[in-house]
């Protein structure tokens, strides 16, 4: 099951179980909100991870998580009682609050400082050269799957700015230097890599850098 996100967190749950397989597990994840309309097989990212229902009540859902998901995502790192950011998969004709987000983590980063700047708080978060090649200042990050907004940009890491309501309402809020962290990068950036690199081995193509800040892409 696939499923289309946008970045903006509707609440946070709780881990209620977690069973574990050999390199797989099974989560139980207390909420609300998400279960308003769910039905089995729907997707809702846990923590920026989309998962699939597979079982359902009133107060909790369960979804299984692969092994590749738990190789490389931090879910494999949280415990009973872990609070965690939820998101159901956007509907058509819904509002676009955040970014396009798949919910397919790319990678995981480490926070390496939190300072507050005013009302603001300034996240410098660790992350491998493949992700950052994506992430572009004033651009979309997806952080344990909150849509956030590039400040910055290094050789080895980025930062972002948590608005007030984004630290309240999201598990980022609560997190500190050391804390481990899913990232996604916007799949648009990997999209015009894939286009650029074909123009490239056409003779004949109209697309190159100039095409693409002329509409809007750059």
């Known amino acids: 099951m696939i499923g289309i996100f946008t970045g903006i967190i509707e609440e946070i749950g709780q881990i209620v179980s977690i069973k574990q397989g050999g390199r797989s597990a099974r989560l139980a994840v207390k909420a609300a909100v998400v279960l308003e309309d769910v039905k089995l097989g729907d997707s809702i990212a846990v923590n920026g991870v989309c998962l699939t229902v597979n079982e359902f009540d009133r107060s909790h859902f369960a979804a299984d998580v692969m092994p590749e998901t738990m190789d490389k995502t931090t879910l494999g790192r949280l415990r009973p009682g872990s609070p ?30 939190k300072q507050a700047l005013d009302i603001a708080h300034i996240f410098r978060i660790s992350a491998p050269g493949d992700l950052l090649r994506y992430v572009v200042p004033k651009g979309s990050i997806t ?11 290094f050789s080895d890491s980025f930062t972002v700015s948590l608005i007030p309501h984004t630290s309240g309402q999201t598990i980022l809020g609560e997190k500190k230097a050391g804390d481990a962290v899913n990232l996604e990068s916007d799949i648009l950036g990997r999209y ?10 056409s003779k004949h193509s109209d697309l190159n850098m100039s095409f693409l800040a002329e509409n809007g892409f750059l």
Do not use: P, Y
Not at 84 to 106: F, K, P, S, T
Not at 192 to 201: F, G, Q, R, S, V
């Open 143 to 153: 952080v344990d799957g909150v849509s956030l907004t590039v400040v910055d940009v």
């Open 192 to 201: 015009i890599e894939k286009l650029m690199k074909t123009a490239d081995d």
């Open 84 to 113: 965690v950011n939820l998101e159901r998969a956007m509907q058509l004709g819904g509002r676009m609050g955040g970014h396009i987000v798949q919910g397919h983590v790319d990678a995981t980063g480490v926070i390496l400082q």
